[in-house]
């Protein structure tokens, strides 16, 4: 009896810790709302707050389209949005997500671009890397659903062994750190998070075949639950350095296998553009693409 008791005792006090646990970590948990960690910088008249500033609304309309930063920049770390696209006759908008260094000559930056469509007909997820000023690397994948029905989870994860940009749970592009081979990767200098709504029926539309139609403007896309987790520049000294960050931990090193197999399934049943097997492009493969995915 007396040993039940205590056990009883050790149980609650086990239970005891990990509310306490729970508690710290959902104190510093997000998702945050837009102001706290971004700032509109084109066009305020465009971004409008919801639900107490945790949802924005983009509006793009033939006066203007909008964007908005973060206010620090990150040196690795993880970055998600729920975003919404917009529906219907969307052809010629693009929504951009990004991280950039927003340095000119050497610029480093992590690019999602989705490209609308007419109606009815799938958007285009277009993703990008530079990597020390080094772009042109342009993958392009179907999304396996509507983006403008419902919201879902757009991420760029970054850490010293590789950027996985993930869609829900499902890694649509890696680059890994293959720096011992020669190649460049981001890793000197802090990025900021960015991302825009505007129009560019020029290029954006299998190289301006369609125009957008603006008698359906304004178009709205809609973002909530803004989760930036990193090291901020200007920030605690040797952040990015500290091998504790969980976003640098081994589950996150490379792919799970479940991640691996989700990653294997877009590119057979999804991707509709590669650069690495542009041929016209790179008659010579790039060196990135012989080192493996
Ligand atoms: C739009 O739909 C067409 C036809 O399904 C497709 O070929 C194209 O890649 C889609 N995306 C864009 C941006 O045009």
Redesign the pocket.
Known sequence: MAKLAFSGLKDFLLFAIVCVLALSSSVSARPATFLQDFQVTWSDSHIRQLDGGRAIQLVLDQTSGCGFASKYKYLFGRVSIKIKLVPGDS?GTVTAFYMNSDTESIRDELDFEF????TG????VQTNVYAHGKGDREQRI?LWFDPSAEFHTYTIMWNHRHVVFSVDEVPIRVYKNNEAKGIPYPKFQPMGVFSTLWEADDW???GGL?KIDWSKAPFYAYYKDFDIEGCPVPGPQNCASNVNNWWERTAYQVLSPVEARRYRWVRMNHM?YDYCTDKSRYPVTPPECVAGI
């Not at 490209?115 to 007419?118: C, I």
């Open positions: 052809a490209l609308g469509n007419r007909q799938p958007y285009t179907n954006a539309t299998r369609e509709i």
